[in-house]
């Protein structure tokens, strides 16, 4: 009795978190990949939710899954907005203390898929018209759980949690202390 129990509440959990992931407008693999629900499933759970909810559409996406690592640093805004949902997963522990911890390689988990969605939503009420999607914030954990071409720093003048290329010979600094430094050496060349 008390097996089924515990069976029913995970796999509850799982429902629960795969129609976040949908929401989110998570494609197919990533909503398998993080609940471990079949793709069987995850069609079911799609048109139910869709009958459910009376929404007509949610956008689904075709084609490949971002890859691009460079895209979280494009920008300043995309470098502030990917730095405070990198903040945010740390402190969640979506992403691990240690670079590249070996336990999150494998199977993301659902109390991790449950903290991402938290990450993720507690960043789209901070931020005002977010540029990073939900399959990029998947995208962007990945990344930095690797640590091969992004990983976390801190800003060597505030200390401020940063994102930065790894193959970059610079000193890590926030977009702040960043401009004002550049100011600083406006000044002095003028
Ligand atoms: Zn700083």
Not at 98 to 120: D, K, M, N, T, V
């Amino acid at each position: 009795m008390r097996v089924s129990d515990d069976r029913y509440a995970r796999d509850r959990l799982r429902f629960d978190i795969a129609l976040r992931f949908i929401r989110h407008e998570a494609r197919t693999h990533t909503i398998r990949q993080w609940t471990g629900l079949t793709d069987d499933r995850i069609r079911k759970l799609y048109r139910s939710y869709l009958n459910e909810s009376g929404a007509t559409h949610v956008h689904r996406h075709r084609g490949k899954s971002p890859h691009q690592a460079a895209h979280f640093m494009r920008t300043v805004r995309m470098r502030q907005e990917s730095a405070v949902l990198a903040s945010l997963c740390r402190m969640l522990d979506v992403l691990p203390h240690a670079a590249g911890g070996e336990c999150l390689r494998g199977p993301a988990g659902i109390r991790r898929a449950h903290l991402l969605c938290q990450a993720y939503e507690v960043y789209c009420s901070l931020v005002s018209a977010p540029l990073i999607s939900f399959e990029h914030a998947v995208f962007l954990i990945t990344t930095l759980t690797r640590a091969e071409e992004l990983a976390l720093d801190g800003c060597r003048q505030c200390g401020a949690l940063v994102i930065v290329d790894r193959l970059s010979l610079r000193q890590p600094r926030c977009v702040t202390c960043h401009a004002s430094a550049d100011s600083g050496m406006a000044r002095i060349g003028h």
